[in-house]
Nanobody
């Protein structure tokens, strides 16, 4: 079983930067794709970015050019560097994983999530 723990959330001013991290433990050899989702109050959980075992990346249109996802396979970690943050980026950010290579992670094909870390961007 894989366990995910997010960290690094906080309060940041618009235009600023923040880096959230996720550490996987347990059966990490089962992981191919790791990614990030986010959920704002009253809204559905939405895809943000993903990265495969070989380093292939996919980004949601709203974060392209601003966010960068990376991973360290040896440490079983995945990070999301968020630059030029906007108030609409405010959400709880969740780490997720899947056993296979998917064109896009979804709430259906992601195996599980961590408990999330809060990111708040002030105007």
């Amino acid at each position: 079983q894989v366990q995910l723990v997010e960290s690094g959330g906080g309060l940041v001013q618009a235009g600023g930067s923040l880096r959230v991290s996720c550490v996987a433990s347990g059966s990490t050899f089962d992981i191919y794709t790791m990614g990030w989702f986010r959920q704002a109050p009253g809204k559905e959980r939405e895809f943000v970015a993903q990265i495969g075992l070989s380093g292939e990346t996919v980004y949601a249109d709203l974060v392209k050019g601003r966010f960068t996802i990376s991973r360290d396979n040896a440490k079983a970690t995945v990070d999301l560097q968020m630059n030029s943050l906007k108030p609409e980026d405010t959400a709880v950010y969740y780490c997720a994983w899947s056993r296979y290579r998917y064109n896009r992670l979804t709430t259906n094909n992601a195996v599980s999530w961590g408990l999330g870390t809060q990111v708040t961007v002030s105007s």
